[in-house]
Each structure stands twice: as structure tokens, then as C-alpha cells.
């Protein structure tokens, strides 16, 4: 199968050319300032450069000709300041919609989105945790305008928090595992909000699943929650480390005060995508992340 990827350079992204390299033909479209390894090249018969226009992207399309778009690519920030509004913007909104309309001028009919569980916060299910979920939001009704009006049809996956192999984002994860290393004061909340994360081979697992149904979803456009489904405190987690690494972390809790819209309880009322389900437990992941 053809497949044209954005966000070909991140996390997910990688993993995922890296598992599907040898059984698809896959193309990435990165920016000019992408930092595009070897190993990305690889894996990918074909680079495309988005230059911040529409025709960058439709070019893509009439010279890749893919059958599905997986669309990874965004800018993420918790808290954003002003100077981040266009890039947020640009990266969630832009681009994605130059995906739809590239789609639609080209009759390519399938797309894997990418969504976030920070879409819904607290009660009102329609709220945003951020001004990073409420762009992603939006792009979520734009592609209902494309599948409403039938020129595609759609799948967006809503990812919790991720880890796995590899990852070297600045994130939670490896915050902790370089604390147990360099035992200096790590200061955190007081713990008690609730982590809900899933090993990147499941997320994988995620997009094939989707990818081999996606012509047989009901909806032309359908949304799924992609949870661990083993949810625990952050102090728990902590807990689960040191125990596994048979060490102590040096953590002063509660020496900082939570976010504003901290999530303390993640989104429950999500669609589970039929046909998966995580395999690695969080015991068995979080022993394959640690040294």
C-alpha cells in the first residue's frame, strides 16, 4: 500500500515508517528544517518538503499518488504564550487542512488522523484541556466537512500519553529516569493527578489495526480512544519505577502547584477501537524503557 505520512520525524512518526518500511511504500512530507536521520530515509521511498503553501502539498500527492494519508504532524504545548499562537495554528489547523484539500483534489479517499484524550476535559466533554487540544478540535470539524460531504473518509485516533524505546522527549518519563541516575531534587505536584500512557508498539499496533478496516468503518468519519487501560496516580507510577529499577528517586512532591486545567482524571467516555487492544503491560513497558 502507498502511504504518505506527515510528523515522519517524531516519535510516533518513526516508529511507525520503521514498522511498516518493508511491507508498504511510504512517503513523508517534512519541513524545510526538519532534521530527517538516516534511518528516517531509509525507511521512506520518498521526502517531500511542505515550503508553508498549498501547491508544496498538492505536488506531493500528484507525484506520490498514496492511497491512505496518516496524519501525525503538530506542535504541542501545555501552556501556551503569544508568540506560539501561529505556530499552533499553522502546524494543527494549516497544514492539515492543505492535507484535506490535497486529498480531495486528488481522490485519495482514506485518512488516519491523529487526535489528543486533551479534547475533553472534566464534565463537559466538548471542552478543551488547552488552546493546543482546541486546535486539534478544530481540525477534527474540518474533517467532518470533508467526510460529510463525501469527498473522504476519515479515522481519527485520540492518543493518551506515549512512551516506549527511544524516546528522547522531554516528557515525564524521562524526567524520572534521569533523576534515579543523576539523584538530583526533582521538583513535582503532589502526584495524586492520574496517568493514563501506552507503550508506542501498541499505538502501532493502533494504526494497522485502522489501516486494514478503514474502508469498512460505518461512519465516513469516526473518532476512537487509544487508553492504556492501566490508569494509575503519578505517585503510583513513581512507586512502579523505583521498584523495577530497584532504586529511589530523589522527588520533593508537592514543591510545585499543579497546571492550570490539570487533568486529574483523564477522558472515560471514549470509543474503543474494535479488533485492539494494548498488549505490553505497564510492568513489562516501563521495564523495557528503563536502562
Same mark, same amino acid.
Given at each position: 500500500?502507498?502511504?504518505?505520512?506527515?510528523?515522519?520525524?517524531?516519535?510516533?512518526? /518513526?516508529?511507525?515508517?520503521?514498522?511498516?518500511?518493508?511491507?508498504? !511504500?511510504?512517503?513523508?512530507?517534512?519541513?524545510? /528544517? =526538519?532534521?530527517?536521520?538516516?534511518?528516517?530515509?531509509?525507511?521512506?521511498?520518498?521526502?517531500?518538503?511542505?515550503?508553508?503553501?498549498?501547491? =508544496?502539498?498538492? %505536488?506531493? $500527492?500528484?507525484?506520490?499518488?498514496?492511497?491512505?494519508?496518516?496524519?501525525?504532524?503538530?506542535?504541542?504545548?501545555?501552556?501556551?504564550?503569544?508568540?506560539?499562537?501561529?505556530?499552533?495554528?499553522?502546524?494543527?489547523?494549516?497544514?492539515?487542512?492543505?492535507?484535506?484539500?490535497?486529498?480531495?483534489?486528488? &481522490?485519495?479517499?482514506?485518512?488516519?488522523?491523529?487526535?489528543?484524550?486533551?479534547?475533553?476535559?472534566?464534565?463537559?466533554? %466538548?471542552?478543551?484541556? %488547552?488552546?493546543?487540544?482546541?486546535?486539534?478540535?478544530? $481540525?477534527?470539524?474540518?474533517?467532518?466537512?470533508?467526510?460529510?460531504?463525501?469527498?473522504?473518509?476519515?479515522?481519527?485516533?485520540?492518543?493518551?500519553?506515549?512512551?516506549?524505546?527511544?524516546?528522547?522527549?522531554?516528557?515525564?518519563?524521562?524526567?524520572?529516569?534521569? %533523576?534515579?541516575?543523576?539523584?538530583?531534587?526533582?521538583?513535582?505536584?503532589?502526584?495524586?493527578?492520574?496517568?493514563?500512557?501506552?507503550?508506542?508498539?501498541?499505538?502501532?499496533?493502533?494504526?494497522?489495526?485502522?489501516?486494514?478496516?478503514? =474502508?469498512?468503518?460505518?461512519?465516513?468519519?469516526?473518532?476512537?480512544?487509544? =487508553?492504556?487501560?492501566?490508569?494509575?496516580?503519578?505517585?503510583?507510577?513513581?512507586?512502579?519505577?523505583?521498584?523495577?529499577?530497584?532504586?529511589?528517586?530523589?522527588?520533593?512532591?508537592?514543591?510545585?502547584?499543579?497546571?492550570?486545567?490539570?487533568?486529574?482524571?483523564?477522558? !472515560?467516555?471514549? !470509543?474503543?477501537?474494535?479488533?485492539?487492544?494494548?498488549?505490553?503491560?505497564?510492568?513489562? &513497558?516501563?521495564?523495557?524503557?528503563?536502562?
Amino acid at each position: 500500500m502507498r502511504i504518505l505520512i506527515t510528523g515522519a520525524t517524531g516519535f510516533i512518526g /518513526s516508529n511507525l515508517l520503521k514498522a511498516w518500511s518493508k511491507t508498504h !511504500e511510504l512517503g513523508i512530507i517534512v519541513r524545510p /528544517s =526538519s532534521n530527517i536521520s538516516d534511518e528516517i530515509a531509509s525507511h521512506s521511498s520518498e521526502q517531500f518538503v511542505y515550503d508553508g503553501g498549498f501547491d =508544496s502539498i498538492n %505536488n506531493a $500527492f500528484k507525484s506520490f499518488e498514496p492511497e491512505v494519508v496518516i496524519h501525525l504532524a503538530s506542535y504541542y504545548v501545555y501552556e501556551h504564550n503569544q508568540e506560539e499562537i501561529d505556530t499552533l495554528i499553522e502546524s494543527n489547523i494549516k497544514v492539515g487542512t492543505y492535507l484535506l484539500e490535497g486529498m480531495k483534489a486528488n &481522490g485519495v479517499k482514506y485518512l488516519i488522523n491523529t487526535g489528543t484524550s486533551f479534547e475533553h476535559f472534566g464534565a463537559d466533554e %466538548n471542552a478543551a484541556v %488547552n488552546l493546543y487540544a482546541a486546535t486539534k478540535q478544530a $481540525f477534527g470539524d474540518l474533517c467532518k466537512y470533508y467526510c460529510d460531504a463525501g469527498f473522504i473518509r476519515a479515522v481519527t485516533l485520540k492518543l493518551f500519553d506515549s512512551y516506549g524505546d527511544g524516546d528522547e522527549r522531554k516528557k515525564l518519563l524521562n524526567l524520572l529516569k534521569t %533523576n534515579l541516575q543523576t539523584q538530583e531534587e526533582l521538583r513535582l505536584s503532589a502526584g495524586e493527578q492520574i496517568i493514563d500512557i501506552v507503550h508506542v508498539s501498541d499505538l502501532i499496533s493502533a494504526y494497522q489495526v485502522v489501516l486494514e478496516n478503514i =474502508s469498512s468503518y460505518k461512519e465516513n468519519y469516526q473518532e476512537f480512544g487509544l =487508553s492504556g487501560q492501566q490508569r494509575c496516580t503519578l505517585k503510583e507510577l513513581v512507586e512502579l519505577i523505583e521498584k523495577i529499577a530497584e532504586k529511589k528517586t530523589n522527588i520533593k512532591w508537592g514543591a510545585r502547584p499543579y497546571r492550570d486545567r490539570e487533568v486529574m482524571n483523564p477522558w !472515560e467516555s471514549y !470509543e474503543q477501537l474494535p479488533g485492539w487492544k494494548p498488549k505490553i503491560s505497564l510492568n513489562e &513497558g516501563i521495564k523495557r524503557f528503563l536502562p
